[in-house]
């Protein structure tokens, strides 16, 4: 087969992948499933598509569609080929703003759709949580619905055209259809005709139509997806006396593939939503109350109303990005109700705010109700939508899984359906999640199980089973939006009866009789308890590392925490660091995700003394930069730059370390040696012909320049200016940090840093510390850094207080003490009393300006136009904040933050020759830009030694640290 999949790979335009390390990232999604696939497909093409499905029905193989590869349900896990069409397939095709409508292909981002659309005062209206990675074709495949379908309505509901491939390869478009033209198209002598004829002949008998209408879900329940969307088809004229047209869209959405593999979609569009939105937040005691209180508050004309338990609102404390957004929780809630209001005016929308509060407090369900307006309302929605991926930070083997977690029953019924469900769970000894769509029905419910356990597993039946009863009692859907995939598919035939479900099975065969499309899903599905992710009660390996990642209990939880919910691939637009290689490639392979999975993978399942030592392995962390996005970025805090630095350390045990890496990490000893000579060394490296020769040993891109020495380092400086520097009474003492990127190379930063600090009255005391070790992290030399790192911390540990903080002046450096000191430390708690008092420059600063001790009067009234770059490392333990704040206290200075994610540069990333053009790309996604359209008048500020040697390489800009900036605006 693998002779006949490398042929097949040969004729296609797009990629056909059979390696073991892309079998392995597709063997899952964010379900609790996992199979190796065949192969995987990027297809580029049209007719690509029709080879794939001529190769699936030659070789009795399934095709498995994917775009995000987001679902809960297993959609996206199979034996077969997957087909990835996020790569190729993602042009927004056409927007019609008098139509309203919009033609896209299956791999459009829903967010990145919206923001083209809001030029023409537009957008697409169903919002999953997933919304900035989610793809148009994935949300028809599962008919999405989101916060919004309470007032939008679901994907099926926006369907107007869908192109399609059917199973014998040909193209046929879908759309409603008038009763003559139903006609016509059952006189087809093609696939097409087929299906229309047999839909007719299926679905006529009266009978027929009245075990539909007995059996599936209560028509008023809007999420309803259970099974095939038969109910839907026999309300239309040709069925019924009722006015809509036959439409087989209605029947494909929510059909996860299994049917027909989709090219183009066209979609219904509405305006934008009212511009002024108010938010109550209304805080419960129990869950039961917060259920009671739906009912009462959706008599108003909510746009939103979500809910989230204590147990997700307890995960965002420790999240370092979602715990700032927990500003407006007052005391513990059981529950939160997020109820979104909106209007074109502002007084109505304050009436209305008013009405649902005192229609809450007549209730007497909520202990508080506070009111949201404007960018507060994003915070707390996101803070909703990081949901499913906070959930992942669980810690250990206990985890919120899938199962019956999209359940929708009628809203009258909603809050007996979950007292009763409840009850289930305390049968169970279970403590539930609850969270998500109150306000239709749909409360995403979750049991916490270990899955690794038999018993656990057997649980995960169990309640299943019990749940499905519940549900059918309340005549509700068990998947609302998730879909039935192969977790929830088995139990089709006991919701709808057999003679229904016979019917979903003859319409599968009807469209796909080879059932080459998606197999095993919605029918003829293998057991729920199959497949599973991990095998129960199998002994899981003991993974030795030198870094400590017991705050996760071992590195291999730690990968493990990534529930596949694919935060990091949102695009550049969509804002944020996470993920920079990903967003040059668009390859799974090199998101945060990828990673996670393939290590997981091959720790996991590899026979090997060094479990570590795969080349697959070295390929999927090649383009992670390390840029600490998805430290804080993704809701389960899977810390790959952690997890690289380990496998790097491991794999170089048995594979050597190179030349160039010894070059980078021992980077700081070699510029020590060559400080003695500032002069030639200079000449070296930046003379063509010695330099040229330099980069071709070291393997550096022949593009870059290389940095040059400080004709003085700071050392030496500080030394002989100390006396000059002393302050009589100064505000504080604080130690600065002498990295050794600045002590070499960067001396007058840190020299503009002592003056600063000295002309607004603080004492600076420099010791003789240690390098960093951020560059040994970097290349993993972990043995090194660890030195490095308790030398440090016992040469500052009696030192630092908060009374005389640490400060540093490099990001990367500084965050270390923060960060990788903590798993390196051979005494964690000095580590971890130390890094409570270390600084960026800019944090302490901004400390100061708030408590007044530096004031406005210090500097000067100049006007002056700044643009800044953070670093990556800032963004993601500390905040962009602290640098706009120091810059804006200048009166006269006008300071912003550029969207920027990542440089590109990450310390020797960018200068290796394999990887300058990534490197650029990243830099060209949103930062060069920025910067070139800057004035020459304007300044650039970026704090990192990094970012400021890529945005001159790229831009031929001089960024300056704002240190220099803020000592260059002294009076």
């Known amino acids: 087969m693998k002779e006949r999949l490398l042929k097949l790979g040969q004729n296609i335009e797009g990629e056909l992948l059979v390696d073991s390390l892309h079998k ?104 999953t949580s997933t919304s900035n990675r989610c793809m148009i074709g994935g949300m028809v495949g599962n008919n999405s619905s989101g916060t919004t ?145 739906v009912v009462p508050a959706m008599r108003s004309s909510l746009y939103t109303c979500e809910m989230m338990d204590k147990i997700i609102l307890d995960c965002t404390k420790q999240n ?38 005192a229609r809450l407090r007549e209730s007497g369900l909520s202990y508080a109700l506070p009111v949201l307006m404007d960018e507060q309302i994003d915070l707390a929605l996101e803070l909703r939508k990081a949901g499913l991926g906070l959930l992942g930070n669980m810690v250990g083997d206990r985890k919120a899984v899938a199962c019956i977690e999209d359940t929708a029953v009628a809203l009258p019924d909603l809050a007996n359906y979950i007292l009763e469900f409840s009850q289930i769970m305390k049968n169970y000894g279970q403590d539930a999640v609850y969270y998500a769509h109150a306000g239709a029905g749909e409360i995403h419910l979750r049991p916490i199980l270990n899955l690794k356990k038999t018993e656990d597993v057997a649980l995960f039946r169990k309640i299943t089973e019990d749940v499905a009863g519940l549900v059918k009692k309340y005549k509700g859907s068990m998947s609302g939006e998730h879909g039935d995939g192969r977790l929830r598919a088995e139990f089709i035939e006991f919701m709808i009866g057999p003679k229904n479900y016979e019917l979903l099975k003859e319409v599968k065969n009807t469209f796909d009789p080879d059932n080459i499309f998606n197999p095993g899903k919605i029918v003829n599905a293998p057991p729920m308890d199959t497949s599973l992710r991990y095998v129960p009660n199998r002994e899981e390996p003991k993974v030795s590392t030198l870094m400590n990642f017991s705050d996760s209990e071992g590195i291999l939880r730690l990968a493990e925490k990534c529930n596949g919910s694919g935060d990091c691939r949102k695009s550049v637009e969509a804002g944020g660091t996470m993920c920079p290689s990903y967003r040059a490639t668009k390859s799974e392979k090199d998101t945060t995700r990828a990673r996670a999975n393939a290590l997981r993978e091959f720790l996991t399942n590899s026979d090997k003394p060094n479990k570590f030592d795969h080349e697959e392995l070295k390929e999927v962390f090649d383009l992670c930069i390390s840029c600490k996005g998805c430290k804080s970025e993704c809701p389960s805090n899977v810390d790959v730059a952690a997890l690289k630095a380990e ?91 002498n990295d050794e990127f600045t002590n070499y190379q960067e001396a007058a930063i840190g020299i503009d840093t002592l003056e ?34 308790n030398r440090n911390i016992t040469l500052f540990k009696d030192k630092i207080s908060a009374e005389s903080p640490l400060l540093g002046i490099e990001p990367s450096a500084i965050l270390t003490f923060r960060d990788e000191y903590l798993r390196l430390a051979d005494e964690p708690s000095e580590a971890k009393n130390l890094a409570l008092n270390c600084f960026m420059i800019e944090e302490f600063l ?91 008048e304007t300044i650039i500020a970026a704090n990192g030694t990094s970012c400021r040697h890529q945005i001159a390489d790229g831009t031929q800009r001089n960024a300056k640290h704002p240190v220099t900036i803020l000592r260059e605006a002294l009076v």
């Open 24 to 127: 392995s990232i597709y063997a899952t999604d964010a379900s609790v499933y996992r199979e190796i696939p065949l192969a995987v497909c990027y297809p580029r093409s049209v007719a690509d598509l029709q080879l794939l499905i001529d190769f699936a029905r030659e070789h009795k193989t399934g095709l498995i569609p994917r775009t995000a590869g987001t679902s809960l349900a297993g959609q996206c896990v199979g034996s077969g080929i997957v087909v990835d069409v996020s790569k190729y397939f993602n042009r927004i095709l056409k927007i019609d703003p008098v139509k309203k409508t919009a033609v896209v292909q299956p791999g459009v981002i829903r967010d990145d759709l919206n923001r083209e659309l809001e030029k023409f005062g537009l957008f697409f209206g169903p919002n």
């Open 149 to 293: 379908s309470i007032k939008y309505g679901t994907t099926r509901d926006k369907i107007l055209k869908l192109k399609t491939l059917l199973s014998d390869g040909s193209q046929v478009e879908f759309s409603s259809v008038s009763a003559e033209e139903f006609k016509l198209k059952m006189k087809l002598n093609t696939l097409e005709g087929t299906i229309y004829k047999e839909l007719y002949e299926k679905l006529s008998p009266a009978e027929v139509q009245q075990k539909i209408k007995n059996n599936f879900p209560l028509e008023t329940i809007h999420r309803r997806n259970t099974g095939y969307a038969i109910d839907e088809l026999i309300k239309t004229e040709i069925f019924s006396d009722k006015i809509f047209e036959f439409d087989l869209c209605k029947l494909l959405a929510g059909s996860e593939g299994t049917l027909a593999l989709t090219t183009e979609i066209t979609l219904q569009l509405d305006f934008l939503q009212p511009k002024y939105t108010a938010m109550v937040a209304a805080h419960f005691s129990s869950i039961e109350d917060c259920m009671l209180a």
């Open 320 to 357: 370092l990005k979602y715990s700032e957004n927990r500003f407006f929780i007052e005391g513990d809630p059981k529950a939160i109700l997020m109820l979104e209001l909106r209007s074109d005016s502002r007084e109505v929308l304050l009436d209305e705010t008013q009405v649902l509060l």
């Open 647 to 737: 496998f790097l350390f491991q794999y170089q045990k048995s594979n050597g370390k190179s030349l160039r890496s010894k070059a980078f990490a021992e980077n700081g000893k070699m510029n020590k040696l060559a400080s003695q000579i500032p002069g030639i060394a200079n000449f070296f490296f930046g003379n063509t012909f010695t330099a040229g020769i330099a980069k071709k040993i070291m393997g550096i891109a022949p593009e870059r320049n290389l940095p040059k020495l400080s004709k003085q380092n700071l050392w030496i400086y500080y030394k002989k200016n100390k006396a000059r520097l002393a302050v009589s009474s100064p505000i504080a003492t604080v130690y600065l940090f």
């Open 756 to 789: 600063l600090l000295s002309k607004l009255n603080y004492q600076v005391i420099i010791l003789e510390n240690f390098e960093s070790g951020r560059s040994h992290i970097s290349k993993g030399f972990l043995e090194e850094a660890k030195e490095l790192a």
């Open 846 to 936: 901004k400390k100061e300006i708030s408590a007044g001790n530096i004031k406005e009067e210090f500097f000067t009234s100049e006007k002056r136009i700044l643009k800044i770059h953070a670093h990556c490392h800032q963004k993601a333990m500390s905040n962009s904040a602290v640098t706009f704040d120091i810059l804006n206290f200048p009166k006269n200075y006008r300071p912003t933050v550029i969207a920027s994610g990542c440089c590109g540069m990450a310390g020797s990333f960018g200068y290796e020759k394999e990887h300058y053009a990534i490197s650029m790309n990243i830099g060209e996604q949103s930062l060069f830009p920025a910067v070139r359209k800057a004035s020459e």
